[in-house]
């Protein structure tokens, strides 16, 4: 069964400051992968996703990720970080065809001025 | 309209109550779902539509009640519910399940904050 593990339930960052959310997925074929954002009171937002190609995705708002897979890994990064960014990140793994795709707990992010 | 609108953004109801929620994508998409977020849990799915078939059930308790009369519009019918069934309900929506053009990705809407007094 595929599930997703963020190990980071919360995440305290500085204006300014580089980022990165942890996420680790578990799948047995060729995972697609998916980072969510959700600002409170929000539905979640496509931030960016991976199929194949390329293992370094970009997505909105400035938003990067790396897909690992000797380390079933796809951890999001931002170089710098702003007081918008302030939201709950959900990652998510699913694959082509009839699955639907799990979700992780979620990261809060808390960005401080 | 674009996207995947629910309405209404915000229903409080009583215990003895019977009300619905309601979402309708414009995305062109066939499977629809329905997902329970309660403070400090994960993510809960509910109900999967495909085609207008309802293809996964997670075990949900039949106080919630989904309709889903074409690929467009996906219905909750809430009666008798608990405080505990207080939670944002995001409805989501993709191509189609089970055909290799889905790829798992997820359109939501802002969902619909419900509190049971």
């Known amino acids: 069964a595929q599930s997703v593990t963020q190990p980071d339930i919360h995440i305290t960052v500085s204006e300014g400051a580089s980022l990165e959310l942890r996420c680790n997925y578990s799948?047995?074929?060729?995972?697609?992968l998916f980072w969510y954002v959700q600002s409170p009171g929000q539905g979640l937002q496509l931030l960016l996703k991976?199929?194949?190609?390329?293992?370094l995705v970009q997505g909105i708002k400035g938003f990067e990720a790396e897909f690992k897979r000797s380390q079933s890994s796809f951890n999001l990064r931002k170089p710098s970080v702003h007081w918008s960014d302030a939201a709950e990140y959900f990652c998510?793994?699913?694959?082509?065809?009839?699955?639907?795709?799990?979700f992780g707990r979620g990261t809060s992010l808390i960005v401080h001025p | 309209e674009t996207g995947v609108t629910q309405t209404p953004r915000h229903l409080v109801m009583g215990m003895t109550n019977k009300k619905s929620l309601k979402c309708e994508q414009h995305?062109?998409?066939?499977?629809m779902y329905w997902y329970k977020q309660s403070a400090k849990k994960p993510l809960e799915l509910m109900f999967v539509?495909?085609?207008?078939?309802?293809?996964e059930n997670n075990s949900v308790p039949s106080r919630f009640s989904p309709e889903c009369p074409n690929s467009s519009h996906l219905f909750l019918h809430l009666h008798t519910l608990q405080p505990e069934d207080s939670a944002l309900y995001l409805c989501?929506?993709?191509?189609?399940?089970?055909?290799?053009?889905?790829?798992?990705?997820?359109?939501f809407g802002e969902g619909s904050r419900l509190t049971v007094l």
């Open positions: 989501a929506s993709s191509q189609e399940l089970g055909q290799g053009a889905d790829t798992g990705e997820l359109f």
């Open positions: 995305l062109g998409h066939n499977a």
């Open positions: 539509y495909n085609f207008k078939e309802q293809t």
């Open positions: 991976y199929f194949s190609g390329d293992t």
């Open positions: 998510a793994v699913g694959g082509r065809g009839s699955y639907i795709p799990t």
């Open positions: 799948y047995g074929a060729t995972p697609y």
